[in-house]
């Protein structure tokens, strides 16, 4: 893990803020103070930390539906995140996006995309106005391997090599979509397809966050470049279910048990670091305790927050860009 103290003291606790988070959602989820559904990020830490902690502020990230991880890892508040899942006017898009529609363009967060498969083509813009403005921004499209699947993602990579551009393809492959294995739907293998466009690409181990964060530097590096664009396959685990209301019972109990205790980012981190001695067990639950406060406000906050004005119902819906009649 090719990480200094001060990153991986980063690293970890940007993953356990994630991890916080989601809980969190997910209890005011269950407790009905949610509105609309939440897609828990729990699990996929280590992918938006390593992949997000190889960019700068100028780069740009595009999301899927589970967005809150990458939302975080790009710099979003987690105050104004959790007044937005609460549908609270303070919340990051005034209370009218909710946990499917998060961005942030101050902190490069381009949104989170109910629509697979609908980040890629973005990404892709993002990355050509970087290349024709001669920024040196690159962009980051995070998909599952569901989005794989779509025609769109297809259309972006073969474009962005056509054009050479600055973006990188982040496959977090979880295993499922929706509540179908991936076994069943996803065909050959994801890293040669890239390969087949002449992309560069490579697997990912997606627990470990020093894996994720040396082929996102990799990429991104190649990006800066010139080098075009590249496709990182990262295996992951989702913990929760699809969504808030998914009881998730195509996954036996025993397997859903093995998974946290031998397949847990935030333990393996633990293990790592301590194990080498580059971080004291003291100084982690620090920084648990630390989280633990910091997201146990942010709901108090969100709860006690006014919702949207109505007044306000038909702002930011669309853009005017001033032309005359």
């Known amino acids: 893990m090719q990480m200094s ?28 103070r949610v509105p609309g559904s939440t897609h828990l990020y729990a699990g996929q830490e280590a992918v938006a930390t390593g992949v997000c902690m190889a960019l700068n502020r100028e780069d740009h990230i595009v999301s899927t539906h589970r967005g809150h991880g990458h939302s975080i890892a790009k710099g979003c508040e987690v105050g104004p995140m959790m007044a937005e899942i609460l549908g609270r006017g303070s919340g990051t898009c005034k209370g009218k996006g909710g946990s499917m529609h998060i961005a ?3 902190v490069g967060m381009l949104g989170a995309n109910g629509i697979v498969g609908g980040g890629p083509p973005m990404a892709c813009g993002a990355a050509l106005t970087a290349k024709t403005k001669k920024t040196g921004a690159v962009a980051v499209a995070f998909s599952g391997d569901g989005a794989a699947n779509q025609g769109t993602t297809a259309e972006s990579m073969n474009l962005a090599m056509v054009w050479n551009l600055p973006v990188i393809f982040v496959i977090e492959d979880n295993g499922w979509g929706e509540a179908t294995s ?24 997606g627990l470990s966050v020093g894996d ?9 590096t190649r990006a800066r470049e010139g080098g075009g664009p590249t496709l990182l396959h990262i295996e992951t685990e989702r913990f929760f279910g699809h969504f808030n209301g998914d009881v998730d019972t195509y996954r036996s109990d025993a397997t859903k048990e093995a998974q946290r205790r031998d397949r847990d980012c935030l333990n393996r981190f633990r293990a790592q670091v301590t ?25 108090r906050a969100a709860r006690d927050a006014a919702p949207p004005d109505p007044a306000t119902l038909t702002t930011d819906v669309y853009v005017s860009y001033g032309y005359e009649a």
Request: hydrophobic fraction near 50%; proline fraction near 1%.
């Open 212 to 220: 994720v964060h040396e082929a996102a530097r990799r990429a991104v």
């Open 5 to 32: 103290r001060e990153d991986l003291a980063r690293a970890y606790r940007t993953m356990r803020t994630i991890r916080a988070f989601e809980l969190a959602v997910n209890a005011e989820a269950q407790a009905g």
């Open 275 to 299: 194990e080498a001695g580059l971080m004291e067990p003291a100084a982690l639950d620090a920084i648990d305790a630390e989280v633990e406060a910091e997201i146990e406000a942010v709901v």
């Open 104 to 106: 942030d363009l101050d």
């Open 182 to 205: 991936a076994e069943w739907a996803v065909a050959g293998d994801i890293v040669k397809r890239a390969e087949g466009y002449g992309m560069a690409a490579e697997r990912v181990d």
